[in-house]
């Protein structure tokens, strides 16, 4: 017996376990500076620091959690977590706090719970065994439309909270995963082409003034330095200050002013470059395609088709959040609050992100492979 377990777990994914292990090091690294440069004891009830060891070890356990579980019954739990991923925005949208006026946020037993990132992986479960389902009949314009149909609801009531970030993040991973799944391009294109044409509409009627602010302010920061492209100029004086090394862990004047705001989320990768300079986040954009090498490897060689399509939306979710948080930070892409996985400070955002590399172990042990 404990042969077969042995050679069961023996397709356990130690690189990508390393590899997520780093980048969330890095971020505990970000949080004890943030810590520090606020005259805030590091272990004092309440610090940044200490929040983030506790959100790593709850995400520690999900992860373990998920990589126990047999992932072939999420196929079966496809319609439960679906209603259950609407019930929780429905219940963020009613009780949910945030700032000037947003709901966000369910506080329970004092914790504060972004049930949107948890629905991200929710969202990637249900298209999986959707699109999984459907593997070799992605030609017609029905299949994808079903997808859309899956997907509008949750991205919906993101959008109501509103929360304009985590609705282009849901909408990427339908893209993603569509794509993956050999959905016509041609379908794609039009409706691509659809969603463009729709871009007036929703700029006029969707979008609210201080987001089309934020839209727009990277093209030219310094015409509002003071309001909309404050962030992003901040950022920039932080980035370019880096250098090559970096000024030092704690050292850097943009942290310690408190100049940047949102400094351990959305912005955390401004702090990062100029703490640890070009080479410290070089090693961690490094990770990150490391990472998502794993994942990808981990979809490629699935025997079932679920297993495919949940890699290829959980490599969607991270690279695309990647691509637009570094994206921002530097000024080459909207503001558009999407923070950095696993280094930005934020606890619902880790545990989701956890428990979707925990279901990609799932994925690989009960199919008996061994990657290291």
């Keep these: 017996m404990n042969r077969r377990v042995g050679a069961v777990w023996g ?44 959100w790593a070890v709850i995400a520690i356990a999900g992860f373990l959690i998920a990589a126990a579980f047999d992932y072939h019954w999420l196929k079966t739990l496809t319609w439960p977590l679906y209603v259950f991923q609407l019930g929780l925005l429905a219940v963020t949208l009613s009780v949910g706090s945030g700032i000037g006026g947003t709901s966000r946020w369910v506080s329970i037993a004092g914790l504060q719970l972004q049930f949107s990132e948890i629905a991200k992986v929710l969202m990637i479960i249900v298209l999986a065994s959707y699109l999984g389902g459907r593997a070799g009949r992605m030609g017609s314009l029905l299949s994808i439309v079903g997808a859309g149909i899956l997907a509008g609801p949750p991205f919906v009531l993101v959008l109501m909270q509103p929360d304009l970030g985590t609705a282009l993040v849901l909408g990427a991973i339908l893209a993603g995963m569509l794509y993956m799944s050999g959905a016509s391009l041609r379908w794609l294109g039009a409706l691509a082409l659809a969603a463009v044409a729709a871009f007036p509409f929703i700029w006029t009627y969707v979008l609210q003034d201080y987001q089309k602010a934020r839209l727009t302010a990277f093209l030219d920061p310094l015409a509002d330095v003071q309001g909309a492209g404050y962030q992003l100029y901040q950022s920039q004086i932080a980035v370019g200050a880096g250098g090559l090394f970096g000024r030092g862990l704690t050292n850097g004047s943009q942290n310690a ?116």
């Design 11 to 54: 397709a356990f994914d130690l690189q990508l376990v390393t590899y997520a292990a780093l980048l969330l090091c890095f971020g505990l690294a970000m949080a004890y500076s943030n810590t520090a440069t606020a005259a805030v004891g590091v272990f004092e009830s309440g610090s940044v620091f200490l929040r983030g060891l506790m």
């Design 257 to 372: 002013a408190g100049l940047l705001p949102v400094d351990t989320t959305d912005f955390v990768f401004a702090i990062l470059a100029e703490e640890l300079g070009f080479i410290g986040a070089l090693v961690v954009i490094g990770l990150f395609v490391l990472l998502l090498w794993r994942i990808l490897v981990s979809g490629w060689r699935s025997k079932d088709p679920f297993g495919t399509m949940f890699a290829c939306g959980l490599a969607t979710w991270i690279l695309f959040q990647l691509i637009v948080n570094v994206g921002m930070v530097i000024g080459i892409m909207p503001i558009t609050g999407i923070p950095l996985p696993f280094v930005s400070h934020g606890g619902s955002s880790l545990i989701s992100l956890a428990i979707g590399l925990g279901i990609i172990e799932s994925i690989n042990v009960r199919q008996g492979r061994a990657e290291w």
